[in-house]
């Protein structure tokens, strides 16, 4: 399984940025995906996650309304868009796949990582 994140970079406060996640072509299209985060000195977090079939969305409490997670799978991607941007928002970004299909909050139900894209929003 391999996931390529990509699309990170610097933003003001109030913009918007979207990340990018390829996966292999074996993958995801049966799974669920998911978005966590880390900031500098801070435990990995969930931000967002999506069904196999895009059908199902969640969101953590600190992003809802402001990021929106989706997938194509026909070009085995997934991505997440991220408006009005904050500068709590600062994190390296990485995607992971769900050894289901549905979506899921718990980093235990992810045993497949990318490598991270960072994110670095200015005030």
């Known amino acids: 399984v391999q996931l390529q994140a990509s699309g990170g970079g610097l933003v003001q406060a109030g913009g918007s940025l979207r990340i990018s996640c390829a996966t292999s072509?074996?993958?995801?299209?049966?799974?669920?995906m998911g978005w966590f985060r880390q900031a500098a000195g801070k435990e990995r977090e969930f931000v967002a996650a999506?069904?196999?079939?895009?059908?199902?969305?969640l969101y953590a409490d600190s992003v809802k309304g402001r990021f929106t997670m989706s997938r194509d799978n026909a070009k085995n991607l997934v991505y997440l868009q991220m408006n009005s941007l904050k500068p709590e928002d600062t994190a390296v970004y990485y995607c992971?796949?769900?050894?289901?299909?549905?979506?899921?909050?718990?980093?235990?139900?992810?045993?497949?990582w990318g490598q991270g894209t960072l994110v670095t929003v200015s005030s």
């Open positions: 992971a796949q769900n050894r289901g299909a549905g979506a899921a909050t718990m980093r235990g139900s992810y045993p497949y």
């Open positions: 072509r074996r993958t995801s299209s049966n799974n669920g």
């Open positions: 999506i069904s196999w079939n895009g059908a199902n969305t």
